[in-house]
Antibody, heavy 118, light 107 residues
């Protein structure tokens, strides 16, 4: 059974870069597409972007200018960087596996709360 | 972006009740809709995809219907573990978007 686990700082200062990692166990990161999704009280659930094991990515246009996803197949994990954060980026961030090549998310991490505050 | 509007925003029901939640897309999304269940402090769980296909392991009391712009999630006989928030999601148009959620509460 695939399991995902997010890690990273829970507090980031405004204008700095949010960096999170998602460790995948129980399956190979080369077998699927992988996404980041965030959830905030004001914006609900928002898809951020996806990455494939070969490095192919796609991002939500609303965040594209600030987001970078990367993958490390040797460690079976992938990462999110979000630059120039503001309070509006405060949210629970989830990593999730995409079912087949679709945008359905069949396995999720538990989520990590990231607060943007000085 | 396609807007997904769920109704009601919250609903009260009792164990054994039949519950229906609706989701309306701002334009046709054919059958490219999924439904998720989320409990407090947990990640969403995929219940149904492509409007009607039950994800493996999901009880058969959950069902989905609809196409085009109007979709429905039905729980045929509510169980205690079903009290949660439910979200629809469209994957027809980029970027994928979610509804705002329907909170299912105990009456």
């Amino acid at each position: 059974q695939v399991q995902l686990q997010e890690s990273g700082p829970g507090l980031v200062k405004p204008s700095e870069t949010l960096s999170l990692s998602c460790n995948v166990t129980g399956g190979s990161i080369s077998d699927a597409y992988w996404s980041w999704i965030r959830q905030s009280p004001g914006e609900g659930l928002e898809w951020i972007g996806y990455i494939y094991y070969n490095g192919n990515t796609d991002y939500n246009p609303s965040l594209k200018s600030r987001v970078t996803l990367s993958v490390d197949t040797t460690k079976n994990h992938y990462s999110l960087k979000l630059t120039s954060v503001t309070a509006a980026d405060t949210a629970v961030y989830f990593c999730a596996k995409m079912e087949g090549g679709s945008y359905y998310f069949d396995y999720w991490g538990q989520g990590i709360l990231v607060t943007v505050s000085s | 972006d396609i807007q997904m509007t769920q109704s009601p925003s919250s609903v009260s029901a009792s164990v054994g009740d039949r519950v229906t939640i609706t989701c309306q897309a701002s334009q046709s999304i054919r059958s490219w809709v999924a439904w998720y269940q989320q409990k407090p402090g947990k990640a969403p769980k995929l219940l149904i995809y492509e409007a009607t296909t039950l994800q493996r392991g999901v009880p058969s009391r959950f069902s989905g219907s609809g196409s085009g712009t109007d979709f429905t999630l039905t729980i045929s006989s509510l169980q205690p573990e079903d009290f949660a928030t439910y979200y629809c999601q469209q994957s027809y148009s980029f970027p994928s978007t979610f509804g705002q959620g329907t909170r299912l509460e105990t009456k």
